[in-house]
């Protein structure tokens, strides 16, 4: 009995050693960071640059995406429905809903109707949901200018007035990543984990000014490849270093998709691509 007993309170030791190792890694530096590849693509009216990152760890690594697009117009930033519709059922793969718009570069979107009980859905221009929230939101007006919207800024039922104010879009994932130029604090309880320790796939979208955006891409839970994923801090780190004003964090894991001219760009998490409810996306 009492070899037994000595026998759990080992394994308990272990399983408590192995997380806090886990959880060492998450917050070690990598011991390298550098671009492995860098594409430039010129539409004339749409320039875009795809840097792909690689953060070497002792025994793990990091993969990741920064595409920096330049429009003519901030209307070149668009959103699409899966099924061309506002819908709590309708999924769809990103590169399929792209291929329907004439997409240059695509990526998922917040995945709106996961929990279709919450928050302000605004996409090209049309009010589809005004309830309560707790979730940051973000703002996109018809001149291009993101703009946050915290839980304490916004009251149910006055979707309309932000139409009237020129927002086009809104999203509701979060969190707010960068506000003026700067690392924002994360809430330590919110929709997603926010602690230095988690690593997962992630997309998100920042803005430098209104003809520049920047798009980040993260690949994870792929052996070899990316194997544990990208933090929140991370994130926030890269688009302060792309000089964004602003940036908010979207939908991840399996569906954290990239998306140019109809062929992916990152591998995401398993060999095929996740149905989801919204991209967003650039065109000419």
Not at 107 to 124: E, F, W
Not at 140 to 157: M, R, S
Request: aromatic residues 10%.
């Amino acid at each position: 009995m009492k070899r037994h007993i000595k026998a759990i309170a080992l394994l308990c030791t272990l399983a408590v050693l192995c997380t806090a190792a886990a959880g060492a890694l998450a917050k070690t530096e990598p011991n390298e960071k550098f671009i492995e590849e860098t594409n430039t693509y010129d539409y004339g009216t749409l320039k875009i640059t795809i840097d792909q990152w690689c953060h070497a760890f002792n025994k793990t690594k990091l993969r990741f995406y920064v595409a920096n697009i330049y429009v003519d117009d901030p209307a070149q930033l668009k959103t699409a429905f899966a099924g061309e519709k506002y819908s709590k059922d309708a999924v769809e793969a990103p590169i399929d809903i792209a291929a329907r718009h004439d997409a240059v570069l695509a990526i998922n979107g917040d995945y709106y109707n996961y929990k279709d009980k919450s928050g302000l859905v605004i996409r090209g221009g049309e009010l589809y949901r005004d309830l309560a929230t707790t979730r940051h939101q973000l703002l996109v007006y018809a001149d291009g200018t993101f703009e946050a919207l915290l839980p304490t800024d916004y009251k149910q039922g006055t979707g309309a007035q932000y139409i009237e104010a020129g927002v086009v879009q809104s999203f509701m994932f979060g969190p707010l990543l960068v506000d003026n130029y700067e690392i924002t604090e994360l809430p330590k309880k919110y929709y997603i984990s926010t602690k230095d320790t988690i690593r997962e796939p992630r997309t998100a979208i920042g803005q430098v000014d209104a003809n520049h955006y920047v798009v980040i891409v993260a690949d994870g839970r792929r052996d070899g490849w990316s194997d544990l994923g990208m933090t929140l801090q991370e994130l926030q780190e890269v688009f302060v270093e792309q000089g964004c004003r602003i940036a908010y964090n979207l939908d991840g894991g399996g569906s954290a998709t990239m998306v140019l001219e109809g062929e992916r760009v990152n591998r995401g998490s398993t060999s095929r691509e996740r149905s989801v409810s919204d991209i967003i996306y650039f065109t000419k």
